[in-house]
């Protein structure tokens, strides 16, 4: 079993700075690969980046250049830098893995950015 929290969403005006934070408990050691996803009001859920445990990133191209995901060395908190917010990165964000079939996913942690 994996525990997926996820902090540090909150109100902030377009063009301003936010981060993320995800910590992992559990069995983490067999985590590989942590997702950040996003869900705005009336949308589907969307990948916004990920990293694998040997530090391997991907971004949607909606966000690239302007988040940036990283994980520290112990591989229990991954990180979401957001700089440069737009209005349309409001969202819930949520955190997300997968170990084997299972998937686990943090309870979400929302994002306002105010234009």
């Known amino acids: 079993q994996v525990q997926l929290v996820e902090s540090g969403g909150g109100l902030v005006q377009a063009g301003g700075s936010l981060k993320l934070s995800c910590v992992a408990s559990?069995?983490?050691?067999?985590?590989?690969?942590v997702n950040w996803y996003r869900q705005a009001p009336g949308k589907q859920r969307e990948l916004v980046a990920s990293?694998?445990?040997?530090?391997?990133?991907t971004y949607a191209d909606s966000v690239k250049g302007r988040f940036t995901i990283s994980r520290d060395s112990a591989k229990i908190t991954t990180y979401l830098q957001m700089d440069s917010l737009r209005p349309e990165d409001t969202a819930e964000y949520y955190c997300?893995?997968?170990?084997?079939?299972?998937?686990?996913w943090g309870p979400g942690t929302h994002v306002t950015v105010s234009s």
């Open positions: 990293i694998t445990s040997g530090g391997s990133t």
């Open positions: 997300h893995t997968r170990i084997t079939i299972k998937t686990y």
């Open positions: 559990g069995l983490i050691s067999r985590i590989n690969v």
